[in-house]
């Protein structure tokens, strides 16, 4: 058994214009990457995906991309940028406003 995520791909930035290149590349890497175009990402098993990205990333050292993954938790929402064999991992922040005690009585009162 495994865990899903849904994977998105953006391409920022693409100076050399090697856009068609790349898909190909991660095709060859991951088998997959043709559901990026089809259906705008794909849902997969892959765990090695921030190794396979920046490897990627040297063979494409001045293009900027950013993978997308939401998984099968309520909050595994996270991206992770690349260029030139780095890598920029952040996850989604969610936290509860402060409670307005004030606000709450004004916009209860009968």
Not at 15 to 40: I, R, V
Not at 83 to 93: L, M, T, V
Not at 100 to 108: C, L, M
Request: hydrophobic share 30%; aromatic share 22%.
């Amino acid at each position: 058994m495994g865990y899903y995520t849904w994977y998105t791909l953006d391409i920022l930035e693409d100076p050399d214009n090697q856009e068609e290149q790349f898909w190909e590349e991660l095709d060859k890497t991951t088998g997959f990457a043709k559901d990026f175009s089809k259906y705008g990402g794909s849902e997969a098993k892959w765990y090695n995906w921030e190794n396979d990205m920046v490897e990627i990333s040297k063979k494409f050292p001045k293009m900027m991309f950013r993978l997308d993954g939401s998984g099968e938790e309520q909050f595994d929402v996270w991206n992770c940028h690349f260029c030139n064999g780095r890598s920029y991992y952040r996850e989604i922040q969610t936290y509860w406003e402060p409670f307005d005690e004030k606000g709450f009585y004004i916009s209860n009162k009968s």
